[in-house]
């Protein structure tokens, strides 16, 4: 078994990175499907699933990559200086393929139903539409803007949540309890704002299934939203708003903690960056 070892560090990192945001999709495509497919309405269950598909995929991958499962996570962190930029596009490539993977999967676990579904006549929206659950869909009467603005918003909070958690001179969360915060924060999230267009905070789990759908009959559908724009905020915008959340939570919480100058000289990155 140890010829199946990874040796290098970095490839490590980008098959956990692979796999975590892998199960993390797979949940998160899964769960709404096999609702619409049941015929049950429960946001409930649906928003407990996505948390549930984010908790698997960060306790499955916490030790080898730090589980950031979501190319949001990865900029922001990167662009405070607590992650090299070097490692970013293997890992939001990493998660992108995970995605994409994950989509699949699911698609052939329910291809019989879907058929049975729809009739063989893929669609995004109306009484046959499955296509929501592989990527988000804006709510009818919801204009670009109220998408970027809601999107801004929760990739906002969702990293000032993550940061929250992983502040070791904040309360202190232990490494083994990262995952059911994250996955309660997610969960609250999505509970509050997933109205206007599904909570567009990881673009890895939106695009990745978007793609996949071009190959299955779905046609273009799901990038012509708002004129072709709807794809595009859902990829785009989440960086704006992880970068947001993450320097609010830098200059409202990070800095104003006593003992400011005892986490400078403990945490040199700190120190570099405060200086800069």
């Given at each position: 078994m140890s010829k199946l070892q990874v040796k290098t560090e970095l490839a490590r990192?980008?098959?956990?990175?692979?796999?975590?945001?892998?199960?993390?999709?797979?949940?998160?495509?899964?769960?709404?499907?096999?609702?619409?497919?049941?015929?049950?309405?429960?946001?409930?269950?649906?928003?407990?699933?996505?948390?549930?598909?984010?908790?698997?995929?960060?306790?499955?991958?916490?030790?080898?990559?730090?589980?950031?499962?979501?190319?949001?996570?990865?900029?922001?962190?990167?662009?405070?200086?607590?992650f090299p930029w070097k490692k970013v596009p293997y890992f939001v490539i990493a998660q992108y393929l995970g995605a994409f993977v994950a989509a699949a999967v699911t698609y052939l676990n329910f291809l019989e139903a879907i058929n049975e579904y729809d009739g063989g006549v893929r669609a995004f929206v109306g009484v046959n539409g499955t296509g929501g659950g592989f990527a988000a869909v804006p709510a009818e009467g919801i204009s670009i803007?109220?998408?970027?603005?809601?999107?801004?918003?929760?990739?906002?909070?969702?990293?000032?949540?993550?940061?929250a958690i992983t502040d070791k001179f904040n309360t202190g969360v232990p490494l083994h309890l990262f995952a059911p915060f994250v996955a309660f924060s997610v969960f609250g999230i999505v509970s509050t704002f997933s109205h206007n267009c599904s909570v567009m905070m990881?673009?890895?789990?939106?695009?990745?299934?978007?793609?996949?759908?071009?190959?299955?009959?779905?046609?273009?559908?799901?990038?012509?939203?708002?004129?072709?724009?709807?794809?595009?905020?859902?990829?785009?915008?989440p960086h704006f708003g992880g970068l947001l959340g993450t320097h609010l939570y830098h200059v409202t919480i990070g800095l104003q903690k006593p003992g400011q100058e005892e986490r400078m000289q403990q945490d040199p990155i700190l120190m570099k960056n405060l200086s800069s």
């Open positions: 990192e980008v098959l956990s990175e692979f796999t975590g945001t892998f199960l993390l999709c797979l949940i998160n495509v899964a769960a709404p499907l096999n609702l619409l497919l049941s015929g049950v309405n429960d946001p409930f269950l649906s928003n407990a699933c996505s948390a549930f598909g984010v908790f698997l995929g960060m306790v499955s991958a916490m030790s080898n990559s730090a589980a950031h499962l979501n190319p949001v996570v990865s900029t922001s962190f990167a662009a405070r200086g607590t803007s109220t998408c970027i603005m809601d999107t801004v918003l929760c990739s906002a909070l969702l990293m000032f949540a993550i940061c990881n673009p890895a789990r939106d695009l990745g299934p978007r793609f996949f759908t071009l190959l299955v009959g779905y046609g273009t559908q799901g990038f012509e939203f708002h004129h072709g724009l709807f794809w595009v905020v859902a990829v785009i915008v």
